[in-house]
């Protein structure tokens, strides 16, 4: 009753959990590797943001283990009081040196980092002109700062391009993800840098899917692009690539100063734990020492978009190891991801309104470590569900 009866007539989950086709908080009973334990059972997982496969990489845990011996499991307090140790700072370095920016900042998770740097930097009377899809993380920072907001419609320039013009006397940063993570495509950030030789404005990329994966030397979709010097501001997350769970966000120094010194979600945060800290610190040597897991990633991301696309299935604009499977009704893609685990593969529904209406997605992700076995266990399962519900012949 009262304030909580909002949450008592929230029946949407019951609906679906009595039609025995719930998807979600499915418990996985092992680590994050190519193939995992559910009901005792191997399940091949393409559902997974470990791209690289680096959560179970023997360095990476080794120096989670031996920071925690050193430091301990906490800092007991935020960064901006008693919570930096040295790790802190020499990981703040190394991502300032690996972005090629001039200072970065280390925030407790992706999600804060965005809710932080967008509340901070937008200002009363400055404008955020946003992608229509952008993740829900910058959704909320530009709900929380004191500037305005503008759309635009999702990769279309001309919209963007219409937008920046009908903002021409304010101050403007341009926000969007380097890599969509429901949709796998990508942000033309060479296209949104040009649109500076109109108007004046700074750019943001939102690059946690893109981290590790694009570029010549796995620096993102900035490298991919050839605009590293052109875009102001760089966030990522540990949570793909990098193995463990964190964010970050990478910048002049000035940004980084006064972010540092405003920016709320930080400061009122506590640290980061130093197995984290440790973690992503060996995540990053081994990106630039081991340049062939990229190249595999890549390998087993081309044959699965070729393969999918073979099949008859509809993969959208997918350009990263996010490729999307368009089902359409929302009810058939929770009834799809459950009949795929069924077969052996575990996959993800994304719904309205993390979709436009009517274009559910069973989302699948490629990691590194798959083998062609793996993948042939994926491409058996999608042929065998897609044909027994319509989507392929």
Same mark, same amino acid.
């Given at each position: 009753?009262?304030?909580?009866?909002?949450?008592?007539?929230?029946?949407? +989950?019951?609906?679906?959990?009595?039609?025995?086709?719930?998807?979600?908080?499915?418990?996985?009973?092992?680590?994050?590797?190519?193939?995992?334990?559910?009901?005792?059972?191997?399940?091949?997982?393409?559902?997974?943001?470990?791209?690289?496969? @680096?959560? !179970?990489? +023997?360095?990476?845990?080794?120096?989670?283990?031996?920071?925690?011996?050193?430091?301990?499991?906490?800092?007991?307090?935020?960064?901006?009081?008693?919570?930096?140790?040295?790790?802190?700072?020499?990981?703040?370095?190394?991502?300032?040196?690996?972005?090629?920016?001039?200072?970065?900042?280390?925030?407790?998770?992706?999600?804060?980092?965005?809710?932080?740097?967008?509340?901070?930097?937008?200002?009363?009377?400055?404008?955020?002109?946003?992608?229509?899809?952008?993740?829900?993380?910058?959704?909320?920072?530009?709900?929380?700062?004191?500037?305005?907001?503008?759309? *635009?419609?999702?990769?279309?320039?001309?919209?963007?391009?219409?937008?920046?013009?009908?903002?021409?006397?304010?101050?403007?940063?341009?926000?969007?993800?380097?890599? *969509?993570?429901?949709?796998?495509?990508?942000?033309?950030?060479?296209?949104?840098?040009?649109?500076?030789?109109?108007?004046?404005?700074?750019?943001?990329?939102?690059?946690?899917?893109?981290?590790?994966?694009?570029?010549?030397?796995?620096?993102?979709?900035?490298?991919?692009?050839?605009?590293?010097?052109?875009?102001?501001?760089?966030?990522?997350?540990?949570?793909?690539?990098?193995?463990?769970?964190?964010? *970050?966000?990478?910048?002049?120094?000035?940004?980084?100063?006064?972010?540092?010194?405003?920016?709320?979600?930080?400061? *009122? !945060?506590?640290?980061?734990? +130093?197995?984290?800290?440790?973690?992503?610190?060996?995540?990053?040597?081994?990106?630039?020492?081991?340049?062939?897991?990229?190249?595999?990633?890549?390998?087993?991301?081309?044959?699965?978009?070729?393969?999918?696309?073979?099949?008859?299935?509809?993969?959208?604009?997918?350009?990263?190891?996010?490729? +999307?499977?368009?089902?359409?009704?929302?009810?058939?893609?929770?009834?799809?991801?459950?009949?795929?685990?069924?077969?052996?593969?575990?996959?993800?529904?994304?719904?309205?309104?993390?979709?436009?209406?009517?274009?559910?997605?069973?989302?699948?992700?490629?990691?590194?470590?798959?083998?062609?076995?793996? @993948?042939?266990?994926?491409?058996?399962?999608?042929?065998?569900?897609?044909?027994?519900?319509?989507?392929?012949?």
């Amino acid at each position: 009753m009262g304030i909580f009866e909002k949450c008592s007539n929230y029946k949407d +989950p019951d609906k679906v959990m009595a039609a025995g086709i719930y998807p979600y908080f499915r418990m996985i009973e092992s680590q994050q590797d190519p193939v995992v334990m559910m009901d005792s059972r191997e399940v091949v997982m393409c559902g997974s943001n470990n791209y690289l496969g @680096l959560t !179970s990489h +023997p360095k990476v845990k080794e120096a989670a283990i031996e920071a925690i011996r050193k430091y301990g499991t906490g800092c007991a307090g935020s960064r901006f009081l008693n919570g930096t140790l040295d790790i802190h700072v020499e990981l703040e370095e190394k991502l300032a040196h690996f972005f090629r920016k001039e200072a970065a900042l280390v925030y407790a998770t992706g999600y804060q980092t965005n809710l932080g740097v967008l509340s901070t930097v937008v200002g009363r009377g400055d404008v955020a002109v946003s992608d229509r899809l952008n993740h829900a993380s910058i959704v909320d920072g530009l709900r929380l700062s004191l500037g305005e907001v503008r759309k *635009f419609k999702h990769n279309d320039m001309e919209d963007l391009d219409r937008v920046l013009e009908g903002e021409a006397d304010r101050n403007k940063i341009v926000v969007v993800d380097g890599v *969509f993570s429901m949709e796998g495509d990508l942000s033309p950030l060479d296209e949104i840098v040009a649109l500076r030789k109109k108007h004046e404005f700074g750019i943001m990329v939102d690059d946690a899917h893109g981290v590790g994966v694009l570029g010549k030397t796995g620096r993102g979709a900035a490298e991919h692009f050839e605009v590293e010097d052109d875009v102001d501001i760089i966030m990522g997350t540990y949570s793909k690539s990098l193995a463990t769970i964190g964010g *970050f966000v990478a910048a002049s120094e000035d940004i980084i100063k006064y972010l540092k010194h405003i920016s709320r979600s930080m400061m *009122f !945060s506590a640290s980061l734990a +130093p197995a984290l800290v440790a973690a992503v610190n060996a995540a990053l040597d081994i990106i630039d020492q081991e340049p062939e897991r990229r190249e595999k990633l890549w390998a087993n991301t081309e044959r699965m978009m070729r393969e999918f696309k073979a099949l008859g299935f509809d993969i959208g604009d997918a350009a990263s190891p996010i490729i +999307p499977i368009v089902v359409g009704d929302d009810m058939l893609a929770f009834k799809v991801a459950l009949m795929l685990q069924e077969e052996g593969v575990f996959a993800n529904p994304v719904i309205t309104p993390a979709t436009p209406p009517g274009r559910a997605l069973i989302r699948t992700s490629y990691m590194a470590t798959h083998t062609d076995e793996h @993948l042939d266990r994926v491409l058996e399962a999608f042929e065998k569900v897609g044909k027994q519900v319509g989507l392929i012949q």
